[in-house]
């Protein structure tokens, strides 16, 4: 049953009634959220708006067969945005999971390689890519390398922390426990393939919400089966329930003149 937990929900719901309503067809059942935040947060740039956890987790709330909104974030203390990430998810009360991300760093010291040698590219380019390359675009790519050299960089650093074996272990060990009917999955990766194939054998509905062309082929071809496949929900039919209130068509219902005086 779907009960608005804030006064605006309740208007959108009254604009957008089809929404709501394929939201109810798919929480009709006892149903589990799982929230892989690092696959998430990208989609702004495609979307181009923002997912606000507190209005996602309120309208998920609104919902009385979600029992777990389960949530998958990395933490890098010290980052500002990360530490605001994890004070959102706590305060708004998802069911956090959480590890330290890691931080990997790649030399890229370029003063002693040839110009026309693999050696730094490959650290981040596949090599089914690598070996499309001529020799003038190796070159190009190292002396790009050279220049940063010059300005003192010598070490590029990137960050990992995913869940995929932890989303996937819960979404099975709740499958087991027969905790939830239907599974509702925030990702596009392919690595979610095989659990969706394990769930869907068993006789469980899943949902996967994501946007139009950021889900990888695998999940498709579960998709295209025509029964007990996988369901696919566009979030961007989401947006004004739960994109930041800035970036909302909707206008506040407080006259900002008369709160002044």
């Not at 589990?32 to 209005?55: C, F, M, Q, T």
């Not at 760093?105 to 040698?117: E, H, L, R, T």
């Not at 090599?127 to 390398?145: A, C, H, M, Q, V």
Request: aromatic content about 10%.
């Amino acid at each position: 049953m779907f009960i608005p937990k804030t006064e605006k929900i309740e208007k959108i719901a009254a604009d957008y009634p089809r929404i709501i309503e394929k939201l109810g067809k798919i929480f009709d059942k006892k149903t589990r959220v799982y929230i892989d935040y690092a696959n998430v947060r990208p989609w702004s740039e495609k979307l181009g708006w923002h997912i606000d956890l507190k209005r996602l987790k309120q309208l998920l709330d609104s919902f009385d067969t979600i029992e777990a909104i389960n949530f998958y974030n990395g933490y890098l203390a010290g980052d500002e945005r990360s530490e605001n990430e994890k004070m959102v998810a706590e305060n708004n009360k998802y069911i956090l999971r959480t590890k330290p991300v890691k931080i990997m760093k790649f030399p890229i010291n370029a003063s002693s390689i040839p110009a026309d040698s693999t050696a730094l590219v490959k650290q981040f380019i596949k090599r089914s890519l690598l070996k499309k390359y001529d020799i003038g675009t190796i070159e190009l790519l190292n002396e790009r390398f050279r220049g940063m050299n010059k300005k003192g960089e010598y070490v590029i650093e990137d960050m990992k922390c995913n869940f995929d074996v932890e989303i996937g272990i819960d979404m099975l060990l709740d499958c087991e426990h027969d905790n939830a009917d239907t599974f509702v999955l925030w990702s596009g990766d392919s690595d979610f393939a095989d659990p969706i194939k394990r769930l869907l054998a068993a006789g469980k509905q899943v949902f996967l919400f994501a946007t139009v062309r950021r889900i990888a082929s695998e999940l498709n071809d579960l998709n295209e089966i025509k029964e007990n496949g996988l369901h696919i929900f566009d979030i961007a039919d989401l947006k004004e329930f739960i994109c930041w209130a800035r970036e909302s068509s909707y206008k506040r219902t407080k006259d900002p003149v008369a709160e002044a005086s």
